[in-house]
């Protein structure tokens, strides 16, 4: 290690919150000689170049001898773009200091593939801090699965309706703004059959940004669901489950195909099956400054036999999103 190791290293973990990549792993590169920054980049998005690209074609000068602090060990594979190591050997890169290694074993064996090439290389540096800025990619090649988020706009008294069924809308349009960049973080978003039937949603993500739309995920076990509706249309891909369903299966299916991320939307009763297998890892609820009364709940019909053995959540944080307020909590395990 270097004096400056940490600070650079801090920095590259920074600027990769800033991208919205999923499926696809946070990544920051940061590119140093002699205590100056040459380039830094981030990976924005699925299918744009990956953060040591960025920061390679942001540099003003040239590379040679430079030392790159990278987040995640540099790809060592020709996906959607090429190989990450190939365009930090082309670029002259000396020296390469690596937070995490990557999990991914069609992506792996970068820094090997360096190191025989003649590049110094280190690993391990800031390592639980760049962990936690990539969690979701992280977690689903851990456990073979997505990460499950399940969110709910839900009143002060914990309904998401009145009695009539209206929920339009509880909260502001900041909350629903947060939301949508939900959605494009976790890459994917799911809702039940009684969802689509009751506001014919699109579950696209509407930014003032350049960003990859979500994989939509249609739960219509008593295939209910005529294929016109909006979340059918062409703005992204949907998956429409009908037929018996096994939450267990279907997630380790969805991860098999790519999928890192799931933002269960809704409704009630779909929100409630996650909760029963335990596939809730993270919860988001925004709470408005209402009080709804005997409206439905957002967790209807759960059913808990024994308090000693219900799940245990470690609240994450509270956040300020117009006039409501978001919630944010980790599942306990």
């Known amino acids: 290690m270097l004096p400056d190791d940490v600070r650079w290293m801090r920095r590259a973990i920074a600027i990769s919150k800033r991208g ?11 590119l140093v000689r002699e205590g100056v920054v040459l380039g ?6 699925a299918g744009g170049p990956h953060a040591e690209v ?28 090429g190989p990450c190591t190939q365009a930090l050997l082309a670029a002259g890169i000396a020296r390469v200091v690596v937070a995490v290694l990557d999990p991914n074993p069609k992506a792996a064996g970068g820094l090997e593939l360096l190191e025989n ?4 290389v280190v690993s391990g540096l800031l390592a639980d801090e760049a962990r936690a800025a990539n969690e979701q990619f992280l977690f689903a090649h851990k456990n073979g699965r997505p990460m499950i988020t399940a969110k709910a706009a839900i009143s002060l008294d914990g309904r998401i309706a009145l009695p009539s069924g209206e929920s339009k809308w509880i909260t502001g349009e900041p909350a629903r703004r947060d939301a ?5 973080e976790c890459g994917a978003v799911l809702v039940g059959r009684g969802t689509v039937t009751a ?5 696209t993500v509407r930014l003032n940004r350049r960003v990859n739309q979500p994989v939509r995920i249609v ?21 429409h489950v009908t037929g018996a369903i096994n939450l267990s299966v279907l997630t380790a299916a969805w991860f098999q195909r790519g999928i890192t991320g799931v933002l269960v939307e809704g409704g009630a009763t779909t929100v409630r099956h996650f909760l029963a297998a335990d596939l809730v890892d993270r919860l ?35 956040k300020r999103v117009g006039e409501d307020l978001r919630l944010t909590y980790r599942r306990s395990r």
């Open 20 to 30: 919205l990549p999923a499926p696809n792993p946070h990544v920051g590169c940061v």
């Open 40 to 45: 830094e980049g981030f990976h924005d998005l």
């Open 54 to 81: 960025a920061a390679i074609r942001s540099a003003k000068a040239d590379l040679k001898g430079a030392t790159a602090y990278v987040t995640l060990e540099p790809c060592n594979h020709t996906g959607r773009t």
């Open 117 to 120: 090439a003649g590049v110094e």
């Open 180 to 184: 949508h960049r939900l959605r494009a």
């Open 199 to 203: 506001d014919d949603p699109r579950l």
């Open 219 to 239: 739960l219509d076990p008593a295939s209910k669901l005529a294929g016109t509706e909006s979340v059918f249309s062409d703005e992204a891909e949907t998956i």
């Open 284 to 318: 988001v609820l925004y709470v408005a400054p209402k009080i709804l009364g005997a409206g439905k709940s957002w967790v209807e019909d759960l059913v808990r036999a024994d308090l000693s053995k219900t799940a245990g959540w470690s609240f994450e944080g509270l």
